[in-house]
């Protein structure tokens, strides 16, 4: 999708409350999904990742959704934390023998309110 | 701490100067990666290495020359950049590349000022 420019979506969550973080993705052959976190001043950490097979898969305190029909992702965040406070990005890439061609969605801001 | 080091974390470079970045990852992984991000934006991909051998080029401008002296290391030669060249430059590695799609593993990155 295209980037929503200087201005991230931001989603503002109390502590110890759910969030969820929402992404569309573009390429109906894209077979692997991914999300990362981004703190300030570091690159992407992987979260969790997905296979088309698959439309739900858990992780410590993190679910990732998919659904194809509407080439819809996202995350749950069960319980979170100031910690968790961070930019998200989802990615996409298609089946390729050359590597991942991930391509990072325009992300969104997570903020913990404590 | 990442398993993927990049040096330098900073770096600041007129238009003339001829620089290199340096990414060092030691998990055995085959494919490697650059990706530029600006400020607010997502990373977006410049170049893959797969088995050491350059696979893909986002047709990234030719100031920009990566090299890949074996499994563990990656470089990317800089030249005659210009100033919107300004980013933070991410090295990634991935498992080999045979398996079809494995997690991205990132380093903090080189935060890059051209003048």
């Known amino acids: 999708g295209e980037s929503v420019g200087l201005h991230l979506p931001t989603l503002s969550v109390q502590e110890g409350d759910n969030s969820i973080i929402n992404c569309a993705y573009s390429?109906?052959?894209?077979?692997?999904f991914i999300w990362y976190k981004q703190e300030s001043g570091k690159g992407p950490q992987f979260i969790i990742d997905i296979r088309s097979n698959m439309d739900k898969r858990q992780g410590q305190r993190v679910t990732v959704l998919l659904n194809k029909t509407v080439k819809h992702l996202s995350l749950q965040i069960a319980a979170t934390q100031p910690g968790d406070s961070a930019v998200y990005f989802c990615a996409e890439a298609p089946l390729s023998p050359y590597g991942n061609k991930l391509v990072f969605g325009a992300g969104t801001i997570l903020r913990v309110k404590s | 701490d990442t398993e993927v080091t990049q040096t330098p974390k900073h770096l600041v470079m007129g238009m003339t100067n001829k620089k290199s970045l340096k990414c060092e990852q030691h998990?055995?992984?085959?494919?490697m990666y650059w990706y530029k991000q600006k400020a607010k934006k997502p990373p977006e991909l410049m170049f893959v290495y797969s088995y050491e051998k350059l696979s893909i080029n986002e047709s990234v401008p030719s100031r920009f020359s990566p090299e890949c002296p074996n499994s563990s290391l990656l470089n990317l030669h800089l030249h005659a950049l210009q100033p919107e060249d300004s980013a933070l430059y991410l090295c990634?590695?991935?498992?080999?590349?045979?398996?079809?799609?494995?997690?991205?593993?990132f380093g903090n990155g080189t935060r890059l000022t051209v003048t």
């Open positions: 990634a590695s991935s498992q080999d590349p045979d398996t079809f799609n494995s997690p991205l593993h």
């Open positions: 998990m055995g992984h085959r494919a």
């Open positions: 390429n109906s052959a894209s077979d692997y």
